[in-house]
Structures are given as structure tokens and as C-alpha cells.
């Protein structure tokens, strides 16, 4: 994948950068990744609502332990990191499924598309989060059941590459929640991000912020949303033509608690067969991922779980289709 997109030639030429400007560039990606735990990038620590917008959305950066910032060559981008939307040729869609470990489901829709007339590339998607029924007991002694919470958020984003090979990227969601079907509350956000492919062949680095926004109030109170700030290297190699490994490290710092370290392997066949592993640093579940993958003639169906040691197994199935390109 990512040999294909360094390869790739724009319609529109964008503005060329020099040899000592990518140096600069990628120094100071390296350097703020490894200062990131001692930086100012410390957000301030507290509670934060609307978790659906931390959702996993799709069983490739499962199955990648979600280290997905510098790597961004799919629908993906949407929600890891904006300024990747640029790697989708054409057109994609993608869908993804879960089922809760108890009654919970999530489901998600996206589309991602590049015009011919190379002003950027747009994405859209639809995250819906159904927390499942539950028994609502009245004060008069009657009991019904209800919905115990439902979440929608809806995404819009853009990418444009502004230098060769460095892109930015944004995107903007609204999320509308309801609690026991009667309290309601709205929030908007959006996503910043930067990625940028190396003068070494393969090597990548991302830089994503998300989440910015307004507080989610149901009633009264509100809670500040989740945000995260991302910075990620990817390394991507080809072995004998058919045989690939991409190998992806990003550093997550979320506005409520502890810097998280993700790690992520992708072994490819033939850009067809695909086998992934995940390891989590710093989370309390869900610390060894695995996945799977086929791709052919458009179509992509992955597969990927997240381990869980005394819990059932988190699972996800996700779908996609890229058509239009040339």
C-alpha cells in the first residue's frame, strides 16, 4: 500500500519541498514524538463523556492494536487521522459491525472519495451506538423497558496534500445522545491532523488531534468530550516482491488519564491475504489484538478481536469497497 502511494502522481502538482525541509520536517515529528511524554502536550486530566467518539471503528486497526495515526491509507483516516483521506484514489466505502460484550451495538457507515480535479479528498460517515434495554421502574409501581442509551455522531472531513508527500487534515462531527429515552444532549467537535512520508522509502509519521469541542449536556452538567492528542511512525517493507510488513508505533495522550503506547503488525501477501497483531500499553482490556484479511478486486473484509482475559472476547467484521480509481 504504501509503495503505491509514494508513487503515486497527483493531476494537480502541489508545491515541491526540498531535501533539507523534509529533514526538518521529519526531525521534528521524531523529536515531539519522543518528548511527548514529558511536553506540554499534556491535555489536563479529568472525566469525559460521549465515549462513542473513542469507539474503534473498524477490524483492521483492531486487529493493529489501533496504532493507525502513520498509516492512514483507507477509510480509516476519517477517524485516525484526517490528512490520510489524500491515499484513497477514486472512491471507498467501508461498514463495520460490533456486538457489545453484553446487549451493546455499534454500527458504522463511511465513504471516502478524491475528485479528478484535485482539490482534496472528502469523507462522511454515520457511528451509531444502540446501549441496549434495560427495566425502567416508575414511581407508581409499573416497570417498562427502555433503551439505556443511544448515540449518533456524524462525521464530515477533508484532506488536501499542500507539499509533496505532507498533507493536513480536518474533520468535524455533531453526536446527539439520548439517556433512558428521555434526556437528550448534543456536542460538536473536530479533528486536526498532519501526516507526512519520509525521503526514506516506507517511513511515515502522523500527528492527530481529536475531539476538540463543545461539553455533552444532558441536563445541567456537561462533561468535556474525549480528546485525544496522537503521534505515530509507521515503517512499511516489501520481502521478495510478494511478501510485505508494515510495523506502526503510535503514542496516544488522553485528556483523562496516562500516556498509552500502541503497536501494530501487518503482514501482507500479495497485497491480498492479510494477518495483524496489536499490543496496548497502558490500557486495562483488550491489550493483545489480532486480525485478518482479504482483499480482491475492490472488496476488503477484515476481521479483528480484541483478547480479554476474564471477559468475552471483543469482536469486529468490517466490509469495504473502493471502485473509480485508475
Request: charged share 15%; glycine share 12%.
Amino acid at each position: 500500500m504504501f509503495r503505491e502511494i509514494l508513487e503515486r502522481k497527483s493531476l494537480r502538482e502541489p508545491m515541491s519541498i526540498g531535501s533539507w525541509q523534509s529533514l526538518v520536517l521529519f526531525i521534528a515529528f521524531t523529536t515531539s514524538y519522543f518528548l511527548l511524554p514529558t511536553s506540554c502536550l499534556y491535555a489536563g486530566s479529568g472525566t469525559s463523556g460521549a465515549r462513542i467518539l473513542n469507539q474503534t471503528v473498524s477490524a483492521r486497526t483492531v486487529g493493529m492494536g489501533e496504532a493507525f495515526v502513520a498509516v492512514c491509507d483507507d477509510t480509516n483516516a476519517l477517524y485516525y487521522n484526517p490528512a490520510g483521506l489524500v491515499n484513497i484514489e477514486g472512491n471507498e466505502i467501508a461498514s463495520m459491525y460490533l456486538k457489545g460484550r453484553v446487549d451493546e451495538n455499534y454500527g458504522l457507515v463511511g465513504w471516502v472519495g478524491t475528485p479528478s480535479n484535485g482539490i482534496g479528498s472528502f469523507g462522511a460517515s454515520f457511528l451509531y451506538y444502540d446501549g441496549g434495554n434495560f427495566e425502567w421502574n416508575n414511581l407508581d409501581g409499573t416497570s417498562r423497558n427502555v433503551k439505556a442509551q443511544q448515540d449518533i455522531v456524524g462525521t464530515i472531513g477533508y484532506g488536501k496534500e499542500i507539499f509533496n508527500n505532507f498533507s493536513l487534515g480536518l474533520t468535524a462531527k455533531y453526536l446527539s445522545s439520548k439517556l433512558v429515552e428521555t434526556y437528550s444532549g448534543t456536542a460538536y467537535a473536530v479533528d486536526f491532523g498532519i501526516l507526512y512520508y519520509t525521503t526514506v522509502d516506507g517511513l511515515s509519521t502522523g500527528l492527530a488531534v481529536q475531539n476538540v469541542g463543545t461539553k455533552l449536556k444532558y441536563i445541567e452538567q456537561g462533561d468535556a468530550l474525549p480528546m485525544n492528542i496522537r503521534l505515530g511512525i509507521a515503517y512499511n517493507k516489501t520481502v521478495l516482491q510478494n511478501h510485505s510488513f508494515l510495523i506502526a508505533i503510535d503514542t496516544v495522550k488522553p485528556n483523562e488519564s496516562n500516556i498509552r503506547e500502541n503497536i501494530g503488525i501487518e503482514y501482507s501477501f500479495k497485497e491480498t491475504v492479510f494477518l495483524r497483531f496489536g499490543y496496548k500499553v497502558g490500557y486495562d482490556i483488550d491489550k493483545v489484538t489480532l486480525g485478518a484479511g482479504f482483499q480482491m478486486k475492490g472488496l476488503k473484509v477484515d476481521y479483528g478481536i480484541g483478547l480479554v482475559e476474564t471477559l468475552n472476547p471483543n469482536q469486529r467484521v468490517s466490509i469495504g469497497y473502493s471502485f473509480g480509481s485508475e
